[in-house]
């Protein structure tokens, strides 16, 4: 402004060309000068200068102005952001696996280890090939260090594996004596293992061992609780080679799955890595029966080991409440062949009753935790005993189901409907102890199935059958190893495109308030995936799957922050509209202004210049 | 419902010469004997009590009580009490807690104020909530807005709004005293429909499924007078003594309900549960450990001598049966059924003062709130304060004032019968948290820690100055002589000078038209204590007795105070804004403008352009010549025809000032 009052009035009185009446007598005098295309002085520049320097200043004033209005925005860092995108989502995950193979035989072997390595290697990789898209799976340029020990003679592949020659002696000892025991051997192979100092870098190191006895007709092929699997019995040294391969690309790396079971995509694990496992009992009508259960007995000895084997997975808490007056909203009917109540699978999207179950009253997940329900349903007087039946006309032998995501449900008859006799009401009962270990089994392969994995021991393959020890923990230790594989490439992929999405947003959003908070959370959750990325190439899976689940949730809880839920940012549309009023009235006057002046300027100029050329 | 004759019980009292009543029930009573349950159990009791009032009206008190034993011994696992309460408990150490949810206003004048039933659950409108913690004296804020989102989340409700700073308050020792860990908050506006009640049926064991909660038809109770919905819980968990109970969950609904009988003779309507909620109970909840339905008839102004008689009665008056639903099923079914014989006309127990709370003076600067107190006619003063001269009440008053509200302490009035009097001498005690203003507000995170409401507590003593009549209005001397008749002529008022604060754009409500609620102001007689007293074999059997027997400190609230706040145009800012721009365009653009002008040089141009005028302009001054009459004359020079141009140009900006008058008047007049 102080650029616009400086000039004193007297400044106006510069009068460009000369005065009328003088133009009049000058035609008369020099008949060559016209008024109107020439002039005898120089155009005067004040105007100009002075309509620039407005122009000017406002133009200097813009960045202030623009830095008073700015929006605190936490600098985010987008190229490290999409750095690990491109990590993580351009090539699949793949950990480094250990694989060894020894190879037992009182006869002579017709193979060299290095030779008996290349072949499973090979069969390895063919088999991989099928499902190579799996994310977490172990990289597939495996390799197999074999051990050979055929009579008195010892050969390995590699320096690193030290097989004790001879250690396995044992087993014959239990094949002879007639208590041979999968779970002994197991725990005897383990020991020996671990005699072997393979625990050096990080025991993750997965073994089979062949023991070919040509007395025994079948083949025995176990894959035990540990890291570690057996085959025994009369087999060619080729189909050993297939099956060893077989067993570690199935087993160890996939986790023995089939087709068609939960893939690590859907693991219900909540964004904050947290599980709620809420257990339930309904009594459809307690006027009928009451049913209670000791439930803290069965926290204490089932559930507590299981939630301590997957807490690098999921931090799992436990909570307990018996409901009543909760009848299932679908129908059954009575059949009197099975002298029962059936239920068919048609039926189970029907089954839980949402009105009358209110299952989620946990006040203590909170936030972004995932709630899995298991129930167990007493049906009431007028449906029992109540029985499912499979597709294929059988009875259920679990009588429960599972839902993805969700939880499962398990219909538990009491006694007394079979017995047909008229029970005390008002009396709490309690499920008998059996009864309740048997329900809680269930569970437990539930949960397995909800994990993705198998529910049963045992393995159909092409080539025979594959027997799978299973833990009293619920869960073997090859098993977590692949379900932390999975969880951390799921973590990892789901983390990024978090921080992709979130990126995105606030590159679109110029005028969005990004606080302090989110920007440490979101370097927070890079720097947790960076160290489960490295964590991965160097094998640590317990580590790699706890860092991936940390980079997660800060992932979600940038996305999640209550200040980017908010609709109250500060939008362009606002700032234009509050500023208009003044700065666009003004910046037109000022720039047409600048223009007249400078067109005047240059007119002037010219004429000028023609009445110079001329009086030259 | 059984047929009259069978079961009947009937009684008959005489009182004076012109009253008579006579009650009539059509139930069978069975005791059935309870299984012993050990002392170390989960517990739930329902009872539902019912109580004709004066008014026609019919009270209905629904109570269920769960109880868990402490973790330390019992465990985690609980087959009745509720999962989500439990937790609640635990994760916020909640050591006492009471939410309620009010509809409708209580009537203290009619439905009395003063026993255990009006004192615990007449409830101001709306949400309240105090909860006491168990955490260090800093968490306890965090603790109460974590536990008002999980509640408002439970209850769904907006119990959530009591985080913000303006809406709660730490009350030190006049409304319940208690170690500083306490918060109170309040939620007039609240609106209370079934989809809070449908979650706090969620906690009982049996929902609305079965047992007395079956009787909660949801249009029955909501078309009541008053609803109040109840949720106390009393943990001691976290104490380390071993005589710990666990935690003790009390769900309590109250309605006032309008029996609809056409028995125009009778005063009283005759009522039964299937006319009052339209359904029977059909037996008990199977997991309840006593399920009981009582009646009670306090019928104060009758002579005791009359009521000795009778055999189910307590001291003062009160007629109490009780009926076990155990025995009946949906077979048979449970219905209660009461008829008055003979007119009878009684009145319930009355608070020894009645408080209520308005708004006096104008406008937003000159204002004041003020506090009435009168006094009832009910004979508990007359216990207090019977064998002195001159009688002295202790009344606490606890008022929360949100900061948009200024209160000016220095103008605390007391005016007892209409005459000021030293508040010095009457006021024992007075607390005054003062609210901060906010007008200087930096940024959002400085603005919630302050402490944004003012909290009166105060305690005075309310001189009664008992006289021989309502004419003789004196100071507090005049005493009464003689004490068989005594009027209380008792108008108290404590009045406070307030005005409005000035509130930021963001901190109007978004219906700001209507208004801004001024919690109720709790009134707590420290004098009295209410209780019923009934024979030990009742209330062992029956929770609900037990719980009345209780000695209750007596409340009262005062009602919702509206305030008005003037409330501006909020698209006001950006109007300034904009008129402001355009004005500051307006003046930068003319001086511009100004700057680089040239005048002698446009003065030049304007000559020249006269010289060769138009075809145009020439067509339109021989238009004018034409309309005006005058022989057209082709244009001068400019020199000669300045002036006469000029003064056209002034009658031009004449006539158009003239017309932008009138329609400037026209706008004014007729708008």
Redesign the interface.
């Known amino acids: 402004m102080d650029a616009a009052t400086t000039p004193s009035p007297s400044a106006t009185a510069e009068i460009s060309g000369a005065a009328p009446t003088s133009a009049s007598e000058n035609r008369k005098t020099e008949l060559e000068f016209d008024p109107e295309t020439m002039r005898k002085t120089k155009p005067g520049l004040k105007r100009f200068a002075l309509t620039l320097t407005v122009l000017l200043s406002f133009l200097l004033g813009l960045p202030f102005l623009l830095k008073s209005v700015e929006i605190y925005r936490s600098p985010l860092p987008f190229r490290e952001i999409d750095v690990l995108s491109a990590a993580v989502e351009s090539n699949p995950l793949h950990f480094p696996c250990k694989f060894r193979a020894v190879f037992v035989d009182k006869g002579g072997l017709s193979f060299t280890a290095n030779e008996l390595s290349i072949s499973i290697e090979s069969h390895m990789r063919k088999l991989a090939a099928k499902d190579s898209t799996s994310c977490g799976a172990c990289s597939y340029n495996p390799t197999v260090s074999v051990a050979l020990e055929s009579g008195s003679n010892c050969f390995h592949s590699d320096n690193d594996f030290k097989w004790k020659c001879g250690s396995v002696n044992e087993l014959n000892k239990y094949g002879n004596s007639g208590e041979y025991d999968d779970e002994l051997f197991d725990d005897y192979l383990k020991s020996l293992l671990d005699d072997n100092g393979s625990l050096k870098n990080g025991g993750k190191v997965y073994t089979v061992i062949v023991v070919r006895r040509a007395k025994e007709e079948n083949v025995i092929a176990v894959v035990g609780k540990y890291r570690h699997a057996w085959i025994v019995g009369r087999i060619s040294e080729e189909q050993a080679a297939k099956k060893v391969a077989e067993v570690f690309v199935k087993a160890f790396v996939n986790g023995g799955k089939e087709e068609g079971s939960i893939t690590g995509e859907f693991m219900p694990v909540g964004a904050d890595g947290r599980v709620v496992l809420s257990f339930n009992l309904l009594n459809a009508d307690p006027r009928d029966w009451t049913y209670d259960w000791d439930f803290q007995e069965i926290d204490d000895n089932i559930l507590a080991p299981i939630t301590e084997a997957l807490k690098p997975l999921a931090d799992i808490r436990v909570e307990s409440q018996v409901l009543y007056h909760t009848p299932k909203s679908s129908f059954s009917y009575w059949d009197d062949k099975l002298d029962s109540y059936i239920f068919t699978t048609n039926d189970l999207p029907f089954f839980v009753n949402s009105n009358e179950w209110h299952l989620d009253t946990s006040v203590a997940a909170g936030g972004r935790s995932k709630i899995l329900h298991f129930v167990v349903y007493v049906p009431s007087a007028t449906e029992c005993p109540l029985l499912l039946q499979l597709p294929n006309g059988e009875i259920s032998t679990t009588n429960g189901f599972i839902s993805p995501m969700w939880g499962s449900v398990v219909v538990w008859n009491p006694s007394a409907c079979f017995k047909d006799s008229k029970m005390e009401t008002h009396v709490r009962h309690k499920i008998s102890p059996e009864d309740l270990r048997k329900l809680f089994e269930v569970f437990i392969g539930q949960l397995r199935q909800l994990f993705g994995l198998k529910s049963k021991g045992l393995f159909a393959d092409a080539s025979g059958t594959l027997r799978l020890l299973t833990s009293d923990r619920g869960f073997t230790e090859w098993e977590l190893d692949v379900l932390s594989r999975q969880h951390t490439c799921f973590n990892l992929l789901q983390c990024a495109t978090t921080l992709g999405s979130l990126s995105r947003l606030v590159q679109s959003l110029p005028r969005m308030i990004i606080k302090d908070e989110i920007g440490k959370q979101v370097k927070y959750s890079l720097e947790a995936a960076k160290l489960a990325l490295s964590n991965v190439s160097s094998g640590v899976y317990d580590a790699s799957a706890v860092s991936s689940r940390q980079a997660r949730s800060f992932a979600e809880d940038a996305f999640y922050h209550p200040s980017m839920m908010s609709v109250s940012y500060y939008s362009f549309e606002h700032c234009f509209a509050v500023y208009s009023p003044f700065f666009l009235p003004v910046s037109l006057h000022v720039l047409l202004a600048v223009l007249r002046e400078w067109k005047r300027y240059k007119l002037e100029s010219r004429k000028y210049n023609a009445w110079k050329a001329k009086k030259m | 419902m059984f047929p009259l004759s069978e079961g009947a019980d009937q009684m008959s009292f005489l009182k004076s010469s012109f009253l008579l009543f006579l009650v009539l029930f059509s139930a069978s009573e069975s005791t059935a004997e309870e299984d012993k349950v050990e002392k170390l159990n989960e517990e739930f009791k329902e009872a539902l009590l019912l109580r004709p009032l004066p008014d026609r009206k019919v009270l209905a008190h629904f109570h269920f009580q769960s109880s868990a034993p402490p973790t330390r011994t019992y465990?985690?696992?609980?087959?009745?009490f509720?999962?989500?309460i439990y937790?609640?408990v635990h994760?916020f150490q909640v050591r006492e807690m009471e939410l309620s949810f009010t509809q409708g206003r209580w009537n203290y004048e009619r439905w009395g104020g003063f026993d255990p039933i009006s004192n615990s659950n007449a409830k101001p409108p709306g949400v309240e909530l105090w909860a006491d913690f168990d955490v260090p004296q800093d968490q306890v804020d965090d603790s109460w807005k974590n536990l008002t989102h999980?509640l408002s989340?439970?209850f769904c409700a907006s119990i959530n709004f009591l985080e913000h700073s303006t809406s709660y308050s730490a009350p030190q020792w006049s409304f319940r005293s208690f170690s500083g860990k306490l918060r109170y908050g309040m939620l007039p506006r609240e609106a209370v429909c079934t989809e809070n009640l449908t979650p706090w049926l969620?906690l009982l064991?049996?929902?609305d499924?079965?047992g007395l909660s079956s009787l909660l038809d949801r249009p029955s109770i909501y078309r009541g007078y008053y609803h109040s919905q109840r949720l106390h819980l009393k943990s001691d968990e976290f104490d380390t003594s071993k005589m710990s109970t666990g935690i003790v969950l009390e769900q309590t609904l109250t309605v006032v309900l309008q029996p609809n009988t056409f028995s125009g003779k009778i005063s009283q309507p005759s009522w039964s549960l299937s006319s009052l909620f339209g359904r029977k109970v059909s037996?008990k909840c199977?997991?309840s450990n006593s399920s009981n339905v009582v009646t009670l008839y306090s019928i104060y102004h009758f002579p005791k001598r009359v009521i000795k008689g009778v055999e189910n009665l307590q001291k003062k008056g009160s007629i109490l049966y009780e009926f076990p639903v155990e025995d009946y099923d949906e077979s048979e079914p449970f219905d209660l059924e009461l008829r008055w014989k003979v007119p009878v006309v009684w009145s319930c127990e009355q608070t020894p003062l009645r408080a209520s709370r308005f708004l006096l003076g104008s406008g937003n600067e000159r204002g004041a709130i003020a506090i009435s107190m009168k006094s009832t006619k009910s004979n508990n003063v007359e216990r207090v304060c019977s064998d002195e001269k001159e009688c002295w009440l202790k009344v606490g008053i606890f008022q929360v004032v949100p900061w948009y509200v200024k209160v000016y302490y220095h103008t605390l009035e007391l005016f007892l019968d209409g005459e000021p009097q030293s508040t010095i001498h009457s006021i024992e005690k007075i607390r005054v948290s003062p609210s901060e203003d906010k007008l200087n507000i930096e940024s959002v995170e400085a603005m919630e820690n302050e402490a944004v409401v003012s909290v009166i507590h105060l305690i005075f003593l309310s001189g009664l100055s008992l006289r021989p009549n309502l004419a003789n209005i004196g100071g507090k001397g005049p005493i009464l002589s003689s004490a068989l008749h005594p009027k209380w002529a008792i108008a108290q008022e404590l009045r406070a000078h307030s005005s409005a604060g000035f509130l930021h754009i963001d901190e109007y409500p978004s219906d700001a038209n209507q208004g801004f609620d001024i919690p109720s102001a709790v009134v707590h007689f420290a004098d009295f204590q209410s209780n019923m007293s009934f024979d030990d074999n009742f209330s062992t059997k029956v929770p609900i007795l037990s719980k009345l027997q209780e000695k209750t400190p007596v409340l009262s609230y005062t009602e919702v105070l509206l305030v008005p706040l003037t409330t501006p145009d909020f698209s006001m800012p950006?109007n300034v804004?904009?008129i402001?721009?355009?004005v500051?365009?307006?003046y930068?653009?003319s001086?511009?403008?100004?700057?680089?002008?040239?005048?002698?040089?446009e003065e030049?141009l304007l000559?020249g352009k006269a010289k060769k005028t138009g075809p145009l302009t020439l067509m339109l001054s021989k238009l004018f010549a034409k309309l005006r009459g005058k022989p057209w004359e082709p244009p001068k020079t400019p020199s000669s025809s300045s002036s006469p141009k000029s003064s056209i140009n002034y009658k031009l900006v004449a006539k158009v000032a003239l017309v932008a008058c009138i329609a400037a008047a026209w706008q004014y007049y007729f708008q």
Do not use: D, M, W
Not at chain 2, 75 to 80: A, D, L, P, S, V
Not at chain 2, 591 to 601: D, F, K, Q, S
């Open positions: 465990g985690r696992h609980h087959y009745i509720p999962k989500s937790q609640l994760k999980a989340g439970l969620k064991p049996c929902r499924k079965a037996g199977s997991l950006y804004i904009t402001t721009c355009t500051f365009a307006l930068f653009g001086l511009l403008n100004a700057l680089r002008r040239r005048v002698g040089e030049r000559r």
